[in-house]
């Protein structure tokens, strides 16, 4: 009788004398993509080195005038001894090192070069017509950083040195500094993976790839198999910028957040981001006393304000009186409320405060709910595919699945999983699961459960983010024909189902209606006006000159662009709206930053093809639900709250379902031996790939509150290793 392990090895042997001409292609292609990286790894980002090899290196230590400690023979740079001048070189100076004591506490140093050449007699520096030597940052335990690429002209006489910078610790220890130094070779495996993953994606989405040819319907193991794979990869990769973000986490074990694990437990949660970031851990344990608002009791002279919703009176009794608020939280008639949805409560921390008697670490939710999203976009899609659009292929499918994950601004919400985001990536993960079992269920012989399942899901959204909500009027095209035009609603059995799909809007509903009630007193009213925050909420109203910058800024502003790594900065803000605007910093609107959405023009002939095609407007009535909720779900973000990073996601989401759409109709009803349909296929990757860039490069942007400011000097390394060739 064969073991299991003996029944898998004939499996495999079998599979490979079936399929060995495939087999033998793609490990040919595999170990191809893989010489090509090692290739780009060791001798392009490695660059520096192999041209720095013959270089004569000129130790200037003996001519440094720095106070040396006799005890460890590094020389000190202080506060008012930070410049460092070498006169009377004569030598022609390619690059310089500063060897930083790696010994010390790591920090980033500010490094400021100047230097005399046959071609400046004097210093020179930036002036309105030219720009000097810019100052770089320098991280004191990274080697990598310590080398200075000069561009002089001839033989350089006088070369003088500064080191600064902002919150540096004095004394700055340094053993050496060297001219013409060879650059050290470094294998990143990082760099290596990323470069791998880069000519991956351009060899698998090239226009005339095997892939477009594996129908998703046809091949349907390898289909999953390979979506499956994607799929573990977008949640590596959603992990690793989650987790790099260690400040924010608020989890620790022996290896990772060191500093705040008690040794006793294998894992130890603590609290981040200070005593304003805690409203859900504090609502928390509110619940668990059986009410409602927030046990700190609110300062004496804010209960005695005549309008505490009024920020700089605020400040100036704060000032007055020492005594500090709770900010970004609701304050009614004497109590702290929490504004934000209940359902991340629910969900996550009451019950591990019951459980553990511990805060539940936020982190961990935008975490799990940002995996179930991405299983929640692949089960949607491939419900899309496998029923609705028979025609699909793996290819068409990965390129539009990987956007729909990554471009509607997760991403951003991973980078900052905080309270802010967890209740927005909760509504989006619900989101998904809501629409995935409607479509199941419209198919389905016995959709009950389907029906209770994704209106639950959607109903659940109005207590994470309540403009969500609008992607319920999606409702209407999928099951108006079905109990309304054909009148299924007066069956008994239509009756049921129909049943099934409001009972939970209802139950929640109510449940959301008496839980506001309880709180404001009014059963519509989620507090959001009462929030002690930059402004006035209770008198912000409505106003349409807000719109127009607000439109602007979400959906048309081109990026903000530079030479240097991340290549992405905030954007700039004007306004002639002559009121107060709600505005943090936004990187670009969604129509100029993500390519891939320039397809939408192209919904109006998709629609028209739909139309033709069927005799049913199903899918023409949801791709229009679907613009308009974006836009309505914009507006309002403008209106009632403001201009912020974070709120592209409660929007983009819509777009790129339009697209997704627009393009499997395209696909449908195209030839694919078409003119048309070839530039198609060669124009899509490339927007698709221009928006994932986009996107993952906004994730590295440097941010107050991110690990940039947290760990700066491991920032600093992260920049070098893509900006291999300075």
Request: with cysteine; hydrophobic share 45%; charged share 15%.
């Amino acid at each position: 009788m064969q073991t299991s392990f003996e029944r898998i090895r004939d499996l495999v042997v079998t599979f490979l004398r079936t399929h060995a001409r495939e087999v033998n292609h793609y490990v040919r292609c595999a170990a191809a993509l893989i010489a090509i990286a090692l290739f780009l790894e060791i001798f392009v980002f490695n660059f520096n080195h192999w041209a720095t090899l013959g270089y004569d290196c000129v130790n200037l230590s003996s001519k440094l005038t720095l106070q040396q400690n006799e005890t460890d023979e590094t020389y000190r740079i202080t506060e008012a001894d930070n410049v460092i001048e070498f006169s009377n070189l004569n030598k022609e100076v390619k690059n310089v090192r500063i060897d930083f004591d790696g010994n010390q506490s790591a920090q980033n140093v500010q490094v400021k070069i100047e230097f005399t050449d046959e071609g400046h007699e004097t210093y020179f520096d930036s002036t309105e017509y030219s720009s000097g030597v810019p100052v770089r940052t320098v991280a004191t335990n990274d080697d990598g950083t310590e080398y200075l690429k000069l561009n002089t002209t001839g033989l350089t006489n006088n070369l003088r040195i500064e080191i600064t910078g902002e919150d540096v610790t004095y004394p700055i220890k340094i053993k050496a500094v060297y001219i013409n130094n060879t650059y050290p070779f470094y294998f990143l495996g990082t760099r290596f993976l990323i470069a791998l993953a880069v000519i991956t994606f351009i060899y698998l989405f090239r226009p005339k790839s095997s892939i477009y040819r594996i129908s998703v319907v046809e091949s349907s193991r390898f289909s999953k198999a390979c979506i499956f794979a994607a799929n573990i990869l977008e949640i590596y990769l959603v992990s690793v910028l989650l987790f790099t973000g260690s400040n924010l986490v608020g989890v620790a074990t022996q290896a990772y957040n060191s500093g705040s694990w008690d040794p006793t437990s294998v894992i130890t949660t603590f609290e981040v981001g200070g005593e304003n970031s805690q409203q859900y851990a504090r609502l928390a344990e509110a619940m668990s006393h059986g009410q409602l608002y927030l046990d700190e009791k609110p300062p004496e002279w804010l209960q005695e304000m005549d309008n505490p919703y009024d920020k700089g009176a605020r400040d100036e009794l704060q000032k007055a009186t020492g005594e500090s608020y709770l900010w970004d939280v609701a304050y009614y008639q004497g109590h702290y409320y929490v504004y934000f949805g209940v359902v991340p409560v629910i969900v996550f921390y009451l019950p591990y405060l019951l459980l553990t008697g511990g805060s539940f670490p936020t982190a961990v939710g935008v975490w799990i709910a940002a995996v179930a999203f991405i299983l929640g976009c692949t089960a949607l899609l491939h419900r899309f595919a496998r029923h609705h659009f028979k025609h699909v292929s793996l290819g068409l499918y990965l390129l539009l699945q990987m956007p729909l994950v990554f471009c509607c601004g997760i991403l951003y919400l991973v980078k900052f999983p905080t309270f802010y985001s967890l209740p927005i990536m909760m509504a989006l993960a619900f989101s998904m699961w809501a629409l995935y079992l409607w479509m199941r269920g419209r198919s389905a012989k016995y959709p009950l459960g389907c029906y209770l399942g994704g209106s639950l899901c959607m109903a659940l959204v109005m207590g994470c983010r309540p403009q969500f909500i609008l992607l319920a009027l999606v409702a209407i095209p999928l099951f108006w024909r079905r109990y309304i035009s054909e009148r299924r609603i007066l069956t008994k059995r239509g009756a049921v189902e129909f049943l099934c799909l409001i009972a939970p809007f209802v139950v929640v509903g109510v449940g959301i209606m008496l839980y506001n009630h309880a709180r404001f007193g009014s059963f519509t009213d989620f507090g959001s006006n009462y929030n002690l925050t930059t402004n006035d909420m209770t008198k912000r109203g409505m106003d349409l000159g807000r719109l127009a910058p607000a439109l602007f800024a979400f959906f048309f502003q081109t990026p903000t662009t530079t030479g240097v790594f991340p290549y992405i900065q905030a954007a700039t803000f004007d306004t002639t709206y002559m009121g107060q605007t709600i505005k943090e910093v936004t990187f670009g609107g969604i129509f100029a930053c993500l390519p891939v959405l320039w397809i939408l023009p192209l919904a109006i002939r998709g629609v028209r093809m739909r139309v033709r095609s069927r005799s049913t407007h199903t899918t023409a009535g949801v791709i229009i639900v679907l613009l308009v909720a974006g836009v309505l779900i914009a507006l309002a973000d403008a209106e009632m709250a403001g201009i912020l990073q974070r709120y592209f996601a409660d929007f983009s989401i819509m777009f790129l379902l339009v697209v997704v759409l627009t393009v499997f109709i395209l696909n449908e009803n195209i030839s694919h031996e078409s003119m048309g349909f070839d530039i198609a296929m060669k124009i899509l990757p490339a927007l698709v790939g221009v928006s994932l860039a986009y996107s993952f490069l906004l994730c590295l942007v440097a941010e107050t509150g991110w690990y940039s400011e947290a760990y700066p000097w491991a920032y600093q390394s992260i920049i070098h290793m893509f900006q291999f060739w300075t």
